[in-house]
């Protein structure tokens, strides 16, 4: 549309409403004299094809005028839900988490488009560098397979656990990709909480909550060898663990089979409250169904054994790692010892003859904890670690059996149902 000056669109100066064109008006039916009123008849014909051009070029006038206050209408409303959706993306930019994220490397930007209602807020990876001293060897919690976790400090001073996953690692990529896309739909006491992601360049970076007493894994296995974690805490540890299973088995929906867990897939916060992390493998029970499609997870001495011999992957996978955890808890013991170099034992294979001999139980578990339980409760959990690495799938419980036979060992101060003291 072109612009038109507003004096064209009004009389001009010294004109009046008897003046053409406004005179061109009196020609209208509604303009036109009473009967029998004197008719002034001083204009000719020429005049009155003249005064209808003018009345012509009034119309066309007033519609370019309606289309441009119109189009002007629509520009602002266009650049000003634009402008606020620009700021929500810079305040938040979001992933549609149902579709599962991109990662591409992209800068600040983020396709508002895939804005939707669960949001991982993307963080600047100009935060997180500096926020790590440029990814300092001091920052590093700890290394996995194909990742480094740094501690990092954000701007509102808040401390984190950034996760930078290996550039140029396929597997890893997919597994971040995984991780993101389940985390983003899942929140839950017991499950770690993303709080944001960044990709830069190759890199790709998962943000989650800092979890201050590091993993259970090297709790137990670690320079403490177990002497931060008392039966009440362990059992505590053992009921959080059961509770974010029992999430992600029985009311999330889809419903998710985590397929990793392991003593160093569970990370304590500064009271010991036990969450899940490493959702890199899991699956949807719909997914399971179709296992060929599913690269064999590997940790050894957590993987059930129908995994193992025939890929068959269910819930009940998730209840044998879990029953290998509770071994470790009982006895302090990893879950594959190497005895010598090229030796190494199961701790199931090493447990089952004594978790049935009730003489010898107290006398072999882990020396830290030793004579400070009830005996019941020992005998109870030692019961019910047994029947979840039975290597018959279906004579194991559900998580929520072991949920509801573990909550009444675990003081109401920390989180059971058990007699507080
Ligand atoms: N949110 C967190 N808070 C505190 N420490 C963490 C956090 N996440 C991870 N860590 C520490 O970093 C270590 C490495 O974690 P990471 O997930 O990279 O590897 P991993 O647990 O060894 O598993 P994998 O090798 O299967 O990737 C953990 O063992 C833990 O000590």
Redesign the pocket.
């Known amino acids: 549309h072109g612009f038109i000056p507003n004096s064209a669109l009004l009389p001009s100066s010294g004109s009046s409403l008897t003046s053409p064109p406004f005179a061109a008006l009196a020609d209208s039916d509604a303009f036109s004299p009473a009967p029998g009123a004197q008719v002034v008849s001083s204009r000719d014909g020429n005049d009155r094809h003249l005064e209808k051009k003018i009345l012509i070029g009034l119309a066309v006038v007033a519609a370019a005028l309606a289309s441009l206050v119109v189009s002007m209408i629509c520009l602002w409303m266009s650049r000003t839900s634009s402008h606020r959706s620009e700021k929500d993306t810079n305040r938040q930019p979001a992933l549609d988490a149902e579709k599962g994220p991109s990662l591409h490397p992209v800068s600040s930007k983020w396709s508002t488009a895939a804005a939707k209602k669960r949001r991982v807020a993307f963080i600047e990876y100009e935060i997180l560098e500096s926020g790590t001293n440029g990814f300092c060897h001091e920052t590093i919690?700890?290394?996995?397979?194909?990742?480094?976790?740094y501690q990092a400090q954000l701007e509102d001073d808040s401390f984190v656990?950034v996760?930078r996953f290996t550039a140029g690692d396929a597997n890893a990529g997919r597994q971040c990709q995984n991780e993101m896309k389940l985390l983003s739909r899942v929140r839950h006491p017991n499950i770690?909480s993303l709080r944001g992601f960044c990709a830069h360049e190759e890199a790709k970076l998962l943000v989650?909550?800092?979890?201050?007493n590091?993993?259970l894994?090297?709790q137990l296995h670690g320079p403490a060898r177990g002497r931060t974690l008392s039966w009440h805490t362990r059992m505590k540890i053992a009921l959080d663990t059961a509770r974010g299973l029992e999430y992600l088995h029985e009311r999330c929906r889809p419903r998710v089979i985590h397929r990793?867990l392991q003593s160093?897939?569970i990370?304590l916060d500064y009271k010991f409250n036990a969450k899940l992390?490493?959702f890199?493998l899991a699956v949807t029970a719909n997914e399971a169904q179709n296992a060929d499609s599913i690269e064999l997870p590997g940790t050894p001495g957590y993987v059930a054994p129908e995994y193992l011999q025939d890929g068959k992957l269910t819930e009940k996978s998730d209840v044998y790692a879990y029953g290998v955890i509770l071994l470790e808890l009982l006895f302090g013991r990893k879950a594959v010892e190497e005895l010598s170099p090229g030796l190494s034992q199961s701790i199931v294979f090493w447990a089952i003859p004594q978790l049935t001999d009730r003489s010898k139980l107290p006398n072999i578990v882990d020396p830290v904890i030793k004579d400070t339980m009830d005996l019941k409760h020992l005998y109870q959990v030692a019961a019910v670690a047994v029947l979840c690495v039975q290597q018959e799938p279906s004579y194991r419980p559900l998580i929520t059996d072991v949920l509801y036979s573990l909550a009444p060992l675990v003081p109401s101060e920390l989180g059971g149902s058990g007699r507080v003291g």
């Open positions: 919690l700890g290394e996995g397979r194909s990742s480094s976790v656990a996760k770690i989650y909550e800092l979890m201050p590091g993993s894994s090297s990793d160093s897939n990370l992390k490493g890199g």
